[in-house]
C-alpha cells in the first residue's frame, strides 16, 4: 500500500520528567501574573473577576489536548506541525535562503530538494 502522505520517521518521543515540571514553574508563573493583573484591573472592569478561571481553563484545555494527542493517538495533525516545525527551524540555521524560500514560496514538490538528513 503506498501512503498517501509521506512523513518522515523522528523515531519514539517521550516527554521528559523536567518537561512536565518545567511546565507547573511557567503555570506558576503565569498564575501570579493572573493574579495581579486582576488585582490591577479588577477595580476598572468588573469582569476581570472572572479572568483567573478563564485562563486556568484555556491552559487545563490545551494541556488536555495536546496529552490526549500524544499519548492516546499517539501522532495526528498536532504531531505532524510539530515535526515539520522542527524541520524548519533546522533549516533556517543551515540555510536561511532555503528556509526563506520554503516559507515563503510556493507549496511545490521541489522544495523538498531544501532538506536532507540533517534538517
Known amino acids: ?9 523522528h523515531g519514539e518521543v517521550e516527554i521528559a520528567y523536567w518537561e512536565y ?10 498564575y501570579l501574573w493572573a493574579a495581579r493583573r486582576k488585582q490591577i484591573m ?3 472592569a468588573p469582569e ?7 485562563l486556568l481553563a484555556k491552559i487545563f484545555g490545551g494541556v488536555a489536548f495536546s496529552l490526549i494527542y500524544f499519548y492516546y493517538y499517539k501522532g495526528g495533525d498536532t504531531m505532524s506541525y ?8 533546522k533549516l533556517a540555521t543551515k540555510d536561511i535562503m ?4 520554503v516559507l515563503f514560496g510556493e ?3 521541489e ?9
Open 1 to 9: 500500500m503506498i501512503p498517501l502522505v509521506y512523513m518522515e520517521y
Open 21 to 30: 515540571t518545567l511546565g507547573i514553574v511557567y503555570a506558576f508563573v503565569l
Open 42 to 44: 479588577v477595580n476598572k
Open 48 to 54: 476581570y473577576r472572572y479572568f483567573i478561571w478563564g
Open 82 to 89: 510539530f515535526f515539520s516545525a522542527v524541520s524548519m527551524s
Open 98 to 101: 532555503g528556509y526563506l524560500h
Open 107 to 109: 507549496a511545490t514538490i
Open 111 to 119: 522544495k523538498r530538494s531544501y532538506f536532507d538528513m540533517e534538517t
